[in-house]
């Protein structure tokens, strides 16, 4: 399995431009999540996902917007690119057991100049 | 609200113990974890704990919950300069989808 994937690693974005993050999961895992982490901060729930078609809101949506229309992907999308949303961003998702573990993917850096 | 708590900054000798402590808000969290995140990595889970224990150990870690005082430890033994990394703790809820709540991370620092 290649777990969790994200791509880009790395973007620079302009002000007002637009992109998405994509994030994809081969463990068949129902529930994914996006998060992003700013320096010196833990990281903050942005949307989630519990399964294909159903997404809500995290703690910091505001300039996202998320999709699943399979249960493999969920990519987040930025509209107008602000110079608040140069963050890394870490896409998880739920593994099923007791555990309740959830697997993170290596992040994406995006830059907003 | 959910808010968890974690001091910054923790600097130890290669070979002594780390002590890395968070505290937390809500009581009805049902799993506790701890994270590693080493520098342009993402995060991997260390270890976690279900809230009706006590302690967990775990080869050189050992977790400690005091769910009276809300507050949850990582100590790591014969600490290594590759355990230099930050350390997040983080929590979830029955039936809260899964989501986790982070603290700000605690930098362990591993001197030689």
């Known amino acids: 399995n290649a777990g969790v994937t994200q791509t880009p690693k790395f973007r620079i974005l302009k002000i007002g431009q637009s992109m998405t993050l994509q994030c994809a999961q081969d463990m068949n895992h129902n529930y994914m999540y996006w998060y992003r982490q700013d320096p010196g901060m833990g990281l903050k729930l942005i949307y989630y996902s519990v399964g294909a078609g159903i997404t809500d809101k995290g703690e910091v949506p505001n300039g996202y917007n998320v999709s699943r229309s399979t249960t493999e992907d969920f990519p987040l999308r930025l509209e107008l690119a602000a110079p608040s949303q140069t963050s890394v961003y870490f896409c998880?998702?739920?593994?099923?057991?007791?555990?309740?573990?959830?697997?993170f993917g290596p992040g994406t850096r995006l830059t907003v100049l | 609200g959910e808010d968890v708590e974690q001091s910054l900054f923790l600097s130890v000798r290669e070979g002594d113990s780390s002590v890395i402590n968070c505290t937390y808000t809500d009581s009805s969290s049902t799993y506790l974890y701890w994270y590693k995140q080493e520098p342009g990595a993402g995060l991997q889970l260390l270890t976690y704990i279900f809230s009706n224990m006590d302690m967990k150990q775990d080869q050189r870690l050992t977790v400690l919950l005091n769910k009276k005082d809300k507050h949850l430890s990582l100590r790591i033994a014969d600490t290594q300069t590759g355990d230099s990394a930050i350390y997040f703790c983080?929590?979830?809820?029955?039936?809260?989808?899964?989501?986790?709540?982070f603290g700000q991370g605690t930098t362990l620092q591993v001197k030689p």
């Open positions: 998880a998702s739920l593994g099923q057991g007791s555990t309740d573990t959830q697997y």
């Open positions: 983080a929590e979830t809820f029955s039936g809260n989808t899964g989501k986790l709540i």
